[in-house]
């Protein structure tokens, strides 16, 4: 059976990154190995509080040899934008979540709304990555609308 293990997203900072997940989300890490014998490398992972079977990459933009300083600007542009990686969090009650997260200093950019499928909100890490948080509806209600 194959499963998800991981997902990446890049990162400007990773130290920056870890305190955004850990102290402001409110995920745990998974993984923090630095290899010297790959240059410093360093696997870093976080995930919620409770599934240790998935884990996001925090994963700092390479340079060369893996990329060229076209590609890593490339890559910082989308971040911006926030195209470059989009996590997608469900939570069974999306206003307080929203409430608690924006209590720890997360930024908002879209408020808990209603829509079709649930309650959905939207923040951005500090590389600029899309985060969506919802309260999805059960899907045998979502087929019975």
Known sequence: ???????????????????????????????????????GFRWLTVSPAGQPDVSIVLMAIPGPPMMD???TGQ????????FAGTVFLTTDDCQASYEELSARGVEFHEAPEE?????????????GNNIRL????DLAELGAA
């Not at 890559?75 to 926030?82: D, E, Q, R």
């Not at 829509?115 to 590389?127: A, K, L, M, T, V």
């Open 134 to 137: 919802a309260q999805v509806r």
């Open 69 to 71: 300083p076209e590609t």
């Open 75 to 82: 890559v910082s542009t989308l971040m911006a934008k926030g």
């Open 115 to 127: 829509r079709p499928y649930g309650i959905d909100s939207g923040f951005r890490d500090p590389s």
């Open 1 to 39: 059976m194959i499963k998800i293990a991981n997902t990446q997203l890049w990162v400007h900072d990773q130290e920056e990154a870890l305190a955004f997940y850990t102290e402001k989300v409110g995920m745990e890490v998974r993984a923090d190995v630095t290899l010297p014998e790959m240059g």
